[in-house]
């Protein structure tokens, strides 16, 4: 039997994840070389195949998208409702993470040791700075250093000149059709890379981490896992069924592919070719709005990390036998929705953002060191909630889009 793509990555999954752990029980003075010469390898070819294409790809898709929606008004409608589905699942993430943390108070009793627990913290960017900087001065600067604000923005006023500029620029809106298929033509190649590449990835996690860290961490590493699960199934499914009048069912099995290829790669930016093909292909979500709503979320919408901000806020400050008032409570959804905006869609960015919501209810910083540890796992898991929640959105806006005579 011929099995499909999302079997081999699966697979790819599962094997990574025994390999691994074999590896780190039984094996662990072996697991440097083979990391370095055969897991590590693999992974890196694979993420430098999709970090190779993922500048082209937003500016192509983004820029059709926009002539494709083709009303500057049209433009405005789905951007305002895009956003405010992204503002609202992350806030009703925070949420979540929190409530979960707070009753099952993961921090308490757990006889930390925090003596010499150290962690720099990396500024996060104030949020003025980030909402003054998404006009480039220079565009091709913002896409070798992968701005990916910079990138859309750029990307949108293109779109919208070719709009309004019709017949008169109708050679460069054909090449940039051409670029586009060049570029989903790239996804399809690399794709077949993509089960040896998850092998490398969950490989090197699982066998560098091994289950002394998950041990002691385990509580809080349990209660993010179920808040990602009740904000996936509940607020997405819910989403999907009554906004997108779709199969919640059908919709996470028929986006599974993507799902694996952000968990093993933990970057939302990396995932995003693969992700819009996916709902493209097997949601039948519209090229215009797929191009539109998921680059965006890929850059401003990551509710699995603000779930993880919230439950770790919370356990680090019952760690340390800090109260938090409702006030400290309020300031750290504010911050970590505010926070989402404009952060890159990269492996470990949650732990910036997380020591910027410490920084802003005075908890200490250092309080990072005690999840580090665990981090990457968590990462995986919350990168595939985040390309789910874009999905969802687009979804719900391609049915919302339906009496306006937006289709494929």
Not at 85 to 96: D, E, L, N, Q
Not at 167 to 188: A, C, F, P, S
Not at 256 to 262: E, L, R
Not at 326 to 336: F, G, K, P, R, S
Request: charged letters at 10%; proline letters at 5%.
């Amino acid at each position: 039997m011929k099995l499909n793509l999302t079997a081999k990555i699966v697979i790819g999954l599962v094997l990574g994840i025994l390999v691994g752990i074999i590896i780190n029980l039984f094996m662990p003075n072996l697991f440097e070389p083979i990391n370095t010469w055969v897991f590590e390898p693999l992974g890196k070819i694979f993420l430098n195949f999709i970090k190779m294409i993922v500048v082209p790809i937003v500016f192509f898709s983004i820029t059709l998208g926009v002539v494709g929606l083709g009303d500057p008004k049209k433009l405005g409608r789905i951007g305002v409702k895009t956003i405010l589905f992204f503002v609202v699942t992350t806030t009703i993430a925070i949420f979540i993470g929190l409530g979960l943390a707070a009753v099952i108070q993961p921090g308490e009793g757990g006889n930390f040791d925090l003596e010499g627990a150290t962690y720099e913290a990396q500024p996060a960017p104030p949020v003025v700075d980030t909402l003054l900087n998404i006009i480039p001065t220079n565009p091709i600067a913002a896409m070798a250093q992968g701005d990916m604000l910079q990138i859309i923005t750029f990307s949108l006023f293109i779109g919208l000149a070719l709009t309004i500029l019709g017949e008169k620029t109708k050679g460069i809106h054909r090449l940039i059709e051409q670029g586009n298929d060049i570029m989903m033509y790239l996804v399809n190649l690399i794709m077949k890379f993509a089960p040896y590449g998850t092998f490398g990835l969950i490989a090197t996690a699982v066998g560098g981490l091994g289950f002394s860290a998950l041990k002691a961490m385990f509580l809080y590493f349990i209660v993010v896992f179920i808040a990602l699960i009740i904000h996936t199934i509940v607020t997405y499914g819910s989403a999907v069924a009554v906004l997108g009048k779709r199969n919640p069912i059908t919709f996470f099995k028929e986006f599974i592919p993507a799902m694996t290829v952000a968990f093993s790669t933990s970057s939302s930016s990396a995932t995003l070719p693969v992700s819009m093909t996916t709902a493209q292909k097997n949601l039948g979500v519209p090229k215009s709005i797929s191009s539109f709503v998921q680059p965006l979320g890929a850059t401003i919408n990551m509710d699995g990390t603000a779930i993880m901000q919230g439950v770790a806020t919370l356990f680090i400050a019952q760690a340390f036998g800090a109260d938090l008032t409702a006030a400290q409570i309020l300031t750290v959804v504010l911050t970590a929705v505010l926070a989402s905006i404009g952060t890159a869609g990269v492996p470990g960015v949650g732990l910036i953002m997380l020591a910027m919501v410490l920084q802003s209810v005075n908890l200490p910083v250092e309080g990072i060191a005690l999840i580090i540890g665990i981090d990457r796992l968590l990462d995986m898991t919350r990168t595939a909630v985040n390309i789910t929640g874009d999905a969802a959105c687009a979804v719900v806006i391609a049915e919302s889009e339906k009496k306006h005579g937006v289709s494929n």
